[in-house]
């Protein structure tokens, strides 16, 4: 058995397990955190703080990002070892939690179209999804750093438009929006309510399995190795 095979199995066996209650607090503290930091965006904005602002509104989309990921696994049947791994290891990836939110909200605005993703379409389209994510993730830093400009040859303060930190600001609140109503749920209508989504959840749930492409290749190797 492979060295890097032989870690994975490891980290996957210590992976956490949480409770149903415990993904639902965990969903509903990332809401109350994103609501929290969208209205902080918007303070900075109509001050003409465009580069926080933008900032803010990037990192208030990484906590709809993670409460996304907590319903996910409150949605899945019994998710074992390796999928809790992978888990708390994108709980972590900033980028990966603002493309999630990218590819479920490409997903609905095609939804309320009437022309629903199919699964090999959100395989084409997931390169524009992390190429949008990554540039999300280096607006997010530059917003607030100051940088060292080559072309110009000396430092400069961040600077970004009014148009700029207003995309970013309405693409936040449009996001957080969406999903908001679920976080000032009770945890009793929470469950009913996932219990309602769990039948759409199975028949759809090729668009939307969040880190299935990597849970299948762990997955594979771990069989093939074993054989």
Same mark, same amino acid.
């Given at each position: 058995m492979k060295k890097n095979?032989?870690?994975?199995?490891?980290?996957?066996?210590?992976?956490?397990?949480?409770?149903?209650e415990q993904l639902i607090d965990c969903l509903k503290?990332? @809401?109350?955190? *994103?609501? =929290?930091?969208?209205?902080? *965006?918007?303070?900075?904005?109509?001050?003409k703080l465009y580069g926080p602002s933008i900032t803010i509104s990037v990192l208030s989309l990484e906590e709809i990002?993670?409460?996304?990921? *907590?319903?996910? @696994?409150?949605?899945?049947?019994?998710p074992n070892e390796l999928l809790w791994y992978l888990f708390w290891e994108k709980f972590?990836?900033?980028?990966?939690?603002?493309r999630s939110v990218i590819a479920s909200s490409h997903a609905? =605005?095609?939804?309320l179209l009437g022309k629903p993703l199919t699964w090999q379409e959100m395989i084409d389209v997931s390169p524009g999804f992390d190429k949008l994510a990554k540039k999300y993730h280096n607006n997010k830093l530059k917003g607030m750093y100051v940088d060292y400009d080559k072309n110009k040859g000396?430092?400069?303060i961040p600077k970004s438009t009014r148009q700029e930190a207003r995309d970013y600001l309405e693409f936040a609140k449009k996001n957080l929006n969406l999903i908001a109503p679920i976080?000032? @749920?009770?945890?009793?209508?929470?469950?009913?309510?996932?219990m309602l989504s769990k039948e759409v959840f199975k028949e759809e749930n090729k668009r939307f399995e969040i880190f299935l492409p990597e849970y299948r290749k762990n997955?594979?190797?771990?069989?093939?190795?074993?054989?």
């Open positions: 095979l032989q870690e994975l199995i490891k980290k996957t066996s210590n992976a956490k397990e949480l409770t149903s503290k990332c @809401m109350e955190n *994103a609501e =929290a930091l969208v209205k902080t *965006a918007d303070l900075l904005f109509n001050n990002g993670k409460a996304g990921h *907590a319903t996910y @696994m409150l949605l899945e049947d019994k972590k990836d900033h980028q990966f939690k603002i609905t =605005a095609r939804d000396k430092f400069v976080g000032k @749920m009770k945890e009793e209508e929470i469950f009913k309510a996932l997955q594979n190797q771990i069989q093939k190795d074993n054989v």
